[in-house]
């Protein structure tokens, strides 16, 4: 059984990801990439070093920097979303001007309450990972109780989903990810990140 080049057409055998040829060119790509990781792994060595030797006031400052970066950077790009998505849907009743002011003035009032809404947004974009999770495992913890031959369900009958059961998980993973947001769990880090090792091509 055969297969072909990820690059090209030719056929190679099974398991190959690509022809020999594409497999050196592979390997060039990813030698280059391993050099540049190593550099910046040298200087993620460096940049901990110069972190660990810092008072917590002057790591707290770059936090801080972080944060603000991330709370701007969240609240442009919502504001420019709402914007935009009002002047898509409303491009063929108004002119184009008013598409753009309002964009820019959605930006604008997102920017300056970036403490609040950006806050409100991370905060929900994790309970809503926070609900998926919580229902999930419900699932599983059904299914387990299924497969154990107990007798009841706690998720959903045949068919038939419990709703106020759904709602209840999604209303506390909603919650979860709104406390943590609050209390600072999901403050960004401003400190030194180390680099990602590229992954060696497969033949």
């Known amino acids: 059984m055969a297969n072909t080049c990820s690059r090209c057409q030719t056929y190679v055998a099974s398991g190959r990801t690509y022809c020999d040829a594409h497999y050196q060119e592979a390997m060039a790509d990813y030698q280059i990439e391993y050099a540049n990781y190593q550099n910046a792994l040298q200087q993620y060595y460096a940049d901990v070093e110069?972190?660990?030797?810092?008072?917590?006031?002057?790591?707290?400052?770059?936090?801080?920097?972080?944060?603000?970066?991330?709370?701007?950077?969240?609240?442009?790009?919502?504001?420019?979303?709402?914007?935009?998505?009002?002047?898509?849907?409303?491009?063929?009743?108004?002119?184009?001007?008013?598409?753009?002011?309002?964009?820019?003035?959605?930006?604008?009032?997102?920017?300056?309450?970036?403490?609040?809404?950006?806050?409100?947004?991370?905060?929900?974009?994790?309970?809503?990972?926070?609900?998926f999770?919580?229902?999930?495992?419900?699932?599983?913890?059904?299914?387990?109780?299924?497969?154990?031959?107990?007798?009841?369900?706690?998720?959903?009958?045949?068919?038939?989903?419990?709703?106020?059961?759904?709602?209840?998980?999604a209303v506390v993973g909603l919650l979860i990810g709104l406390w943590n947001e609050f209390t600072g769990a999901h403050h960004a880090y401003g400190g030194p990140v180390a680099p990602v090792e590229p992954s060696r091509p497969s033949p």
């Not at 920017?111 to 806050?119: E, P, Q, T, V």
């Not at 599983?140 to 369900?153: M, R």
């Open 50 to 131: 110069t972190w660990n030797e810092m008072s917590v006031e002057e790591r707290n400052t770059y936090h801080e920097i972080a944060e603000e970066e991330s709370l701007s950077g969240i609240a442009i790009f919502a504001g420019l979303a709402l914007g935009g998505g009002f002047w898509f849907f409303k491009q063929d009743e108004i002119p184009w001007w008013i598409g753009a002011l309002v964009t820019t003035f959605s930006a604008v009032v997102f920017y300056i309450g970036r403490n609040l809404f950006s806050k409100l947004l991370r905060g929900t974009l994790y309970g809503v990972l926070w609900a």
């Open 133 to 169: 999770g919580l229902i999930v495992t419900g699932w599983i913890i059904e299914a387990c109780l299924v497969w154990l031959e107990i007798g009841f369900s706690i998720m959903e009958t045949a068919g038939d989903p419990n709703v106020l059961v759904h709602t209840g998980l």
